[in-house]
Structures are given as structure tokens and as C-alpha cells.
């Protein structure tokens, strides 16, 4: 057994079961809206797994629970930052096969520039809050 | 021409039957809407009937329209036409080409319609129109018409269009280079009306129809690198909405990503798709074959006017489905209820499972996939804030000749042949 093993297997056997299942649980969110954002690659099925396993671990080594939330809303937004980049990667990856020349004339457009904008607001609620519960934190440790 | 002017925007932007009954909810009931082609027999041949040759007898197709009586035939020679023809009292008239890709119709870029028929029965074939600003062969208010072997290419409208008109029939006809669509049937409730063995290309969408529907079967087809392929849409800005009951059957639709295509802002929120229902409801597609579409295949989305009309009752069946650049088949949230995906051949779909059966199925398909209608809706914002790709309808090029009616020479017949 390597060290790094060794040191995986022990980190698991500190995590605090009640953090644990919280985290697992709470996962589940952002690993179908991972899903969901994969879907047009065909990935819907591993970025759920994957996403699940990634941000349960993430989540599971925060502790106390208001750091798994502050890091599951910042998960979140990070998400939510990242869709219009998903609403765009696979026509961009595929113009090519569909014969589409004029990329930028589809892609350096004025609806993309709004979107991004869009969900930039949306992902600013969770981060705010997230920075909120966090300001809190230090202020009640102070 | 009110006609043309009469859509504001798509803003978002899907043999006879034996398929279908389905079912529509008005007025807080339910009722039935057959979805299958209108029962007739075949038109008949006039027998009592005028020819009426141009330039032979008549300086211009228009003279000879003047003079005509009813069921007369306007036979056209191999020749450029540069007028605008009308028909607005003589029901029953047939305009004919004696070579369909030598008598030509040419609006020279100032004229509005070729062709503009305002009374019943008229029918127009084996003929070209070209150049006209707005369209190429077009019915407004009628009962009975009929467009057979027209070829209709760079009008700046739509290639061969019925308005408010029912008991029609496209057949054997081409379109393409149009910014609106190649072939448009709109405002029609019940339509009654068949569109069949038609190419359409290179137009912004290949088949438009808003509000459009009841008895009316678009079949057998080839609609191929469009902006968009087939797009049934409900509007208010046109009566009898919302858009319902018409089958799509039997069609190829391909490659419907055309960046080069006119369009003006209709088609291009539905760029990249195949068949487009948007808004439409109790509509039957079934057994056509759609490949290559940069965004969807088949898709049923919500079309926001003045009302958010959601897809619903919807029956996609049968068909095989591939190459889509994002899913197959998918289905726009927020969806109504009753859509129904069943055994066809895809490989991916939004949301996903959307052939499922049992709660969750049924769930996914009561919802539909939010993704679905924020992509298309993306396009339809760039249309609103920007600019968009899109050629110039002036300057697509000219199609090859297409096959020619048989025997021009013939008599003259029926728009369509009486109900069975």
C-alpha cells in the first residue's frame, strides 16, 4: 500500500458520518445539473457519476455543515457561470461536420453576450450567499 | 399585401392517415381532429373550356386572364414575362406553362407577386417564378387551388404560398432562395389540403405553416439544406390560433443547417433543425427520415407571442432520426400535456428517456427540457438585439431545370376532385 493509499483510506475513516450523508445527498444537485449541461456530448450517464462522486468528496471534507454549504453554494454557481459556455461548446465542436463556416457570425453574437450576463446574475445569488454565510462564520469566530 | 405582412416573428424557434385521432382541448372541451389527408377523387377534366394562348392570341398572361371565362386554360409559350399576374374574377382559371423551365415569370426585383390569385379554383402550373420581392405563386382567401410542376426560386417572400384559403392542393414543385419559406400554408382551419412530391432548398424554412391545419398532410417530400426544415407554428398574430393537427409523413428531411440561406429573422431561431413544431398541437409525424441537423432532428418547442403556447398532443412515431448535432428528438420546457415519442429509431434525445414508459417517462415528457427552449430562444433574442447570419435571396443561385408536367397540351382540371 502506498502512502498516498494509506492516506486516502485514512482521510476516509476521519470523515464524519453525518457530514458524509449530507454531502452525499446534497450532491445530487449540482451532479444533475452537471448532467444535464453534459448531455448534448452524450455524457449525461458519467457526468452524473462522476459529478456525484467529485462534489460528495468535495463536500464531505467540509466541516461544519455551514462549510458544506457555503462550498456546495459556490459549486453551484460555479455551474451556473459555466451554462452558456455549454449552451455553445457543442455547435462550436460540431460546426465544422454541419458545414457551418461562419462561426463567429453564430457564436461573438449580442443573445450570447445576454445570456452569459443572465446566468452571471443568477450565479451571483448563490455566491452571495455563500459569501454571506461565510462573512458570518468569521464574524461569529472573531 | 396583408398576407405577407401578417407574421411578426417566429419567436421560438416540429399516405392518408390511418394514424390518427387526436385530441385538442377547446373551449374547456375535448374534442377530435382527424389528422389524416382530405378524402377525394382526383380532379376532373373541364369539358367545356376556352385556350387561350399567349403571346399567340394575347400580348401578356395578364391580357389573357382578363379575357378568359371560367375554366378556361391559359396556355403560356416558352418565354421571360416581366409582369405581376392577378387573378381576381374569373373562378376556375388555369394558368399553364408549356415548358416549366422556359416560361418564366420574372418580377425583376421591383414586382411583388408573380402570380396572386384571389378567387376559388384557380390553378396555376408548369411554370418558373422568379425575382419577385415578395412571392412567387400565391391564393389569399379562396376555396380550391392547386400549384402542380411550378418551380419557384429568389422571391423575397415565400416560393409558393396559400393565405386564409382552403381545399388546396402543392404538388410536383419546387422552391428555394426565399428568406420566408419555400412552401407556406397558413391561417387555414380545417385546411383540407396536400402537399406532396415537393423539394424545397436553400430557403430560410423549407415548409411553414402558422396556425395551420385539420385534414392537412405534408408527405412524401424532400426539404434539404434549408435554414430550417419543417416548422408547423402557432401565432397570434394570424387567427385560428393555435397551429393544429396537420401530418408530416414520409418526408427526407437533411441537413437543414444552412448558413447561407436568406432569411428574415423567421427562420433563423429555428436554424439547425429539422422538424420544428412550435407551439403546434395534435400534430402526427410519422415515418420520415430526418438527418444531419446541427442542433435537433424532430423537436417540439413553445412559441411565446402574445401567449405562451406549448406543445401538446403531439405524435411522433416511427420515424428514424440521426446525425443531430445535440438530440435527435426533443421536447422544450415548458411542454402540455399528452405528447407521445413511440418507436423511433434515435439515439439521443432532451430530455433523456423521452420514449419511456411508465411514470417517469410520462413525467419527463408532462415537463420537457428546459435546455431545449433556452437554446432555440437564444436564436430568437439574437433576432430581437442583432444581427444574424444570412444570405442575400437576390443573389442564390439559380436551380437546374426541373422535371415537366406531362402532356401540357391536356385539358384543363379541378383545383382538387370532389369530396368523397
Known sequence: ??????????????????????????AVVPAWYLSWLLADFGLRGVGFLLGWIGVSWVLANRNPPRELGITWLRIIAGLLLLTPVFLVLPFVMNADRFGVGNLAGF????????????FALLAAIPAGIAQWLARIDVGSGA | MDGCRRRTLLKLAAASGTLGMASTVAGGQRTQTEVTAPDRAPPRAYEDFTVRRVPGEYDSIQAAVTAAAERD?????????????TVSDTPRLTIRGRDRNEVILDGEFTRRNGVTATVDGVVVENLTT??????????????????????????????????????????????????DSGFYVGQCQ?????????????????????NAGGELVVRDSVWRRNMAGIVPNTLDSEALAPQ????????????????NAPTKAIGFPAFGTGINIAGGTDNVVVGNRVRGHSNFGVVLVPNIDKNLWRPRGNRVRDNQVDRSGRADLA?????????????NDFGSSRPDGIQGRGPLGGLRRSVGDPWVTLLLGKGFLQTEVGNYPSGDWRERPQPPDQ??????????????????
Open chain 2, 331 to 343: 421536447l422544450g420546457a415548458p411542454a402540455g400535456r399528452d405528447n407521445r415519442f413511440v418507436d
Open chain 2, 190 to 210: 380545417p385546411c383540407r389540403a396536400v402537399l406532396e412530391n415537393l423539394i424545397s432548398e436553400g430557403n430560410s424554412i423549407g415548409y411553414s405553416g402558422t
Open chain 1, 107 to 118: 457564436v461573438l453574437t449580442e443573445s450570447n453576450l445576454i445570456t452569459i450576463l443572465v
Open chain 2, 73 to 85: 386554360l391559359v396556355l403560356v409559350d416558352p418565354g421571360i414575362y416581366h409582369e405581376s399576374v
Open chain 2, 403 to 420: 422535371p415537366p408536367m406531362p402532356n401540357p397540351e391536356g385539358p384543363p382540371r379541378g383545383a382538387v376532385g370532389p369530396t368523397r
Open chain 2, 130 to 179: 422568379r425575382h419577385y420581392t415578395y412571392n412567387g405563386v400565391y391564393w389569399v382567401g379562396v376555396d380550391g387551388y392547386r400549384g402542380s410542376y411550378l418551380t419557384a426560386y429568389n422571391n423575397g417572400e415565400y416560393g409558393v404560398y396559400a393565405f386564409d384559403s382552403v381545399n388546396g392542393r402543392f404538388d410536383n414543385s419546387y422552391a428555394s432562395g426565399h428568406p
Open chain 2, 244 to 259: 393544429r393537427g396537420v401530418r408530416i409523413e414520409n418526408n427526407d428531411v437533411i441537413d437543414n443547417n444552412n448558413e
Open chain 1, 1 to 26: 500500500m502506498t502512502t498516498a493509499d494509506r492516506s486516502l483510506r485514512e482521510r476516509i475513516r476521519r470523515l464524519d458520518p453525518m457530514i458524509g450523508g449530507l454531502a452525499l445527498v446534497t
